[in-house]
């Protein structure tokens, strides 16, 4: 979904500085291709303006976490931008959103704030924010479990695997609210708190003939952390049963299909609302 732009901004960005500054805010550390591929999106829709300078921050959030963690951080962020003017913010996935939104008086005061990668996003928000717009990230739960019953018609079990992660969290409403419209024979087993050993024990109990869904899996019950290509791999490789998923960057690592979001579609989004401003 992408949102409106409100042309007043690209006054107030244009008079800030003769030469353009963009700020990258990234929830995730750049070892995740989703990161990657969103940067790589933006990137290509600035191309025409050279004249822009780029900063990149990743608060990493998928290993550090917690009010004190992210409190911490914002002296030094402060420190570095607040004399150094900023056309705008790009902000990526939800704890970034989220972050920038707290924070915006203190750091990024009459900036545009570009984000792309937030789930469940509330309109409301920005009706009270005239410097906010972006890309709202739609994952399509319902529609890859139909399509997965199309090419496993016999199917008997359904194993859904998920963490507790803000999008964990998300992802698995939206898989509950999908279960409803399934046949009453499909067996399913929701995995939403297991380390990857209990996740690649239940994956090998499956046919072939069965079904999995991973959702997302970036950290399992006893801490260890994994990229979501990572914990796909590695359950596929356990398993006779396909896997099916909600992000492209997982084509090559098990993943057999499923109507992906693409990290690099939300990137080319964002930039070109980027581009409107500057």
């Known amino acids: 979904t992408l949102l409106p732009f409100s ?7 244009d008079t800030a500085s003769p030469q353009h500054r963009v700020l990258f805010l990234h929830s995730y550390s750049p070892e995740f291709s ?22 990149f921050e990743y608060l990493d959030t998928k290993h550090f976490w917690g009010k004190d963690y992210l409190s911490a951080l914002v002296p030094s962020l402060r420190y570095k931008y607040a004399t150094l003017p900023l056309s705008a913010v790009v902000v990526s996935d939800d704890n970034a959103f989220l972050f920038a939104l707290e924070h915006q008086q203190d ?14 996003f509330n309109p409301s928000l920005r009706q ?14 319902a529609g890859t479990l139909q399509a ?9 079990k359904l194993l859904i695997i998920t963490d ?20 009453p024979t499909l067996q399913y ?38 990229t979501n290509d990572e914990s796909l791999q590695l359950v596929a490789q356990e398993s006779a049963a396909p896997v099916f998923g ?33």
């Open 107 to 120: 750091l990024f005061p009459h900036t545009p704030i570009v984000f792309c990668g937030v789930n469940d």
């Open 189 to 226: 087993q929701l995995l939403d708190d297991a380390t990857m050993e209990e996740v690649q024990q239940a994956a090998r109990s499956l046919s072939a003939d069965d079904i999995i869904l991973h959702l997302i899996f970036n950290i399992d019950r006893n801490g260890r952390m994994f």
């Open 246 to 278: 909600l992000w492209d960057t997982a084509i090559g690592h098990g993943l057999v299909g499923g109507l992906l979001t693409s990290g690099y579609t939300q990137g080319k989004e964002a930039g070109s609302l980027v581009r409107q401003i500057l």
């Open 164 to 183: 507790r992660t803000i999008v964990g969290h998300s992802t698995r409403r939206l898989a509950l609210e999908a279960l409803t419209s399934l046949p």
């Open 34 to 55: 989703w990161v990657r591929d969103i940067e790589r999106g933006v990137l290509e829709e600035l191309e025409p303006h050279p004249e822009v300078a780029y900063y």
């Open 148 to 156: 997965a019953l199309r090419l496993r018609p016999q199917a008997k």
């Open 128 to 141: 009270a924010n005239p410097w906010l717009t972006g890309v709202e990230e739609e994952v399509d739960v």
């Open 7 to 13: 042309p007043c901004w690209a006054q107030q960005a």
